[in-house]
């Protein structure tokens, strides 16, 4: 139940969804004074929802800041966080990969580079009421033995539908695997924050080492600050959902 809520939520926290239903109510009330004021809202809330520097910013001031391989030192295993992966797409004969793939890169380029000596995948799968062929822990572990990554070197936890749960099952998981002390958290930049306050929860303490990130530099231009973007409401989308579930994460305890 909770993780159809959670995907329920998803669609209430759509900033385009406050935009639409600004208007609806601006028409519905346009003889009013009331009409006058939700339409200068909902144009108000356009220029926010639009401005690629407003959201760059907040994005800035949210994700957790890279980390030179330097300072991370090196590490008994990687937690590679799935939710990058489209499970419910055919045919299966391939995997299909979305916006979050800088976390299964900057895992292997961390393994590559001797940072850490195996990879943790660890999540089951997001779809709702619809079968699966495969987990999406079990794609990555195919994209990881393309890449040639030995099957030894490779962990799955793949039941997992949340961050809570990730925590909890690789902490079970790890109780199998003495060996393996020391943690590196490979997740979205966005999602680091809370993934780390999971992991810790359960008394787990990996490293961070944040990726796929949705922010930029900022640049000190008029295009930076003026110039509108489309894709401005998806990025407040992805923060907003994150920033509600960090809270909510909080209030049961999770965190």
């Not at 000190?220 to 600050?225: A, G, K, Q, V």
């Not at 509108?228 to 409401?233: E, F, W």
Request: hydrophobic share 45%.
């Amino acid at each position: 139940m909770f993780f159809f809520l959670s995907k329920v939520l998803d669609f209430v926290l759509s900033p385009m969804l406050w935009f639409i239903g600004l208007l609806l109510l601006a028409l519905m009330l346009r003889h009013t004074k009331w009409g006058t004021r939700l339409l200068l809202a909902a144009f108000g809330l356009a220029v926010v929802l639009t401005n690629n520097a407003l959201v760059n910013e907040a994005l800035l001031a949210w994700e957790i800041p890279p980390k030179p391989l330097s300072a991370l030192g090196h590490r008994d295993a990687g937690v590679l966080l799935t939710g990058i992966t489209s499970v419910t797409k055919s045919p299966h004969d391939r995997v299909y990969v979305n916006q979050g793939a800088d976390r299964l890169l900057h895992t292997l380029w961390l393994y590559r580079a001797g940072r850490i000596r195996k990879i943790i995948v660890s999540g089951g799968s997001g779809a709702i009421g619809t079968e699966v062929a495969r987990s999406e822990a079990e794609e990555l572990r195919i994209l990881l033995r393309l890449a040639g990554v030995p099957t030894q070197d490779i962990l799955l936890e793949n039941k997992s539908r949340n961050t809570h749960e990730n925590a909890l099952n690789t902490k079970a998981l790890l109780a199998q695997h003495p060996d393996i002390k020391s943690l590196v958290l490979v997740t979205s930049a966005f999602h680091e924050r809370r993934a780390l306050g999971c992991f810790r929860k359960v008394g787990l303490q990996p490293a961070a080492f944040p990726a796929s990130y949705y922010s930029t530099d900022r640049r000190p231009t008029l295009s930076y600050w003026l110039v509108p973007s489309d894709d401005a409401p998806r990025l407040w989308s992805v923060l907003i959902h994150e920033m509600v579930g960090y809270g909510v994460y909080c209030l049961l305890g999770y965190l």
